[in-house]
């Protein structure tokens, strides 16, 4: 079929027929079976969690600390200084703990498959497994699209748990907030909807980072020069595509009243 050309200007197709082709062995390997092996799933699950824990720690800790910090600022000038659980409890679960998370994740799970990918691109393994009859996505995208939809959400309770723990640091050690009462706060002022959106947003910035690593490097040049390319590119439209759908959800979430 013919697509007329001033689509092809307006919309890239190599990305959009790279989606179309995952989401198609998505919907193959749930009817007929996943052809990866077990044991790249299990070592992409790893990238994706266990080994992403020390920085996701240190960086939500560290935002949960900053965001009580600029809180008490204006904050305690009113006298008011107790709502700053407040405000550290919905920035972190509805923005901070997802957007930091996979910007985090971005720059060190995405990047390290977009660098894999375009090495074995360059070292032609991608064209001797599809000699062998093994396509690419399913075999090398696909478990790394899995394994960051499912342990980004996993990801996303965590760095909520600590960036509430920076908040609280901050909050009762520096602020001179009593403790339960700071626990209080926080308690009342999370909602089920604030933590849903949230959980909704990491997994779509999963999708988003195992996509973007996976396409720049499967389609890097098949030299040195195109291994970090591919990484530097997978990082930046990685970030960008976070931001702008956290743009979009923000305007849906104000939309729906959430």
């Known amino acids: 079929m013919r697509v007329h050309p001033l689509l092809t200007a307006v919309i890239p197709m190599r990305p959009v027929a790279f989606l179309g082709h995952v989401l198609l062995a998505a919907a193959a390997g749930l009817s007929r079976g996943w052809r990866f092996r077990t044991k790249d ?9 266990a080994r992403a824990l020390p920085i996701v720690t240190i960086v939500n800790v560290l935002v949960g600390a900053i965001l009580a910090f600029v809180g008490a600022v204006q904050l305690v000038k009113f006298g008011a ?5 407040d405000l550290v409890g919905i920035a972190v679960a509805r923005e901070m703990a997802a957007v930091i998370t996979a910007v985090v994740m971005a ?9 894999e990918l375009a090495t074995m691109q360059a070292n032609e393994e991608i064209d001797a497994l599809e000699v062998l009859g ?3 996505v399913d075999f090398l995208v696909l478990p790394r699209m899995i394994a960051l939809i499912l342990m980004m959400p996993l990801l996303y309770v965590y760095a909520c748990t600590t960036g509430l723990l920076g908040g609280f640091l901050v ?3 520096m602020l001179d907030l009593a403790p339960a009462a700071y626990f209080e706060r926080t308690v009342r002022a999370l909602d089920w909807e604030h933590l849903a959106l949230g959980f909704s947003k990491s997994i779509t910035f999963g999708a988003l980072v195992g996509l973007t690593g996976c396409y720049y ?5 098949r030299h040195a020069a195109g291994v970090g390319a591919a990484t530097t590119q ?3 439209v990685a970030i960008v595509g976070i931001i702008a759908v956290d743009a979009v959800f923000a305007v849906c ?3 729906l009243g959430v």
Request: proline share 0%; glycine share 18%.
């Open 171 to 173: 909050g009762a050690g």
């Open 107 to 115: 720059g060190r799970t995405g990047a390290a498959f977009a660098a």
């Open 81 to 85: 200084g107790i709502f700053v659980a």
């Open 41 to 49: 799933l299990g070592r992409a699950t790893a990238d994706a969690s």
């Open 234 to 236: 997978s990082v930046v």
């Open 253 to 255: 979430a104000n939309a």
């Open 134 to 136: 093994l396509h690419a």
């Open 217 to 221: 490097g499967l389609h890097a040049a």
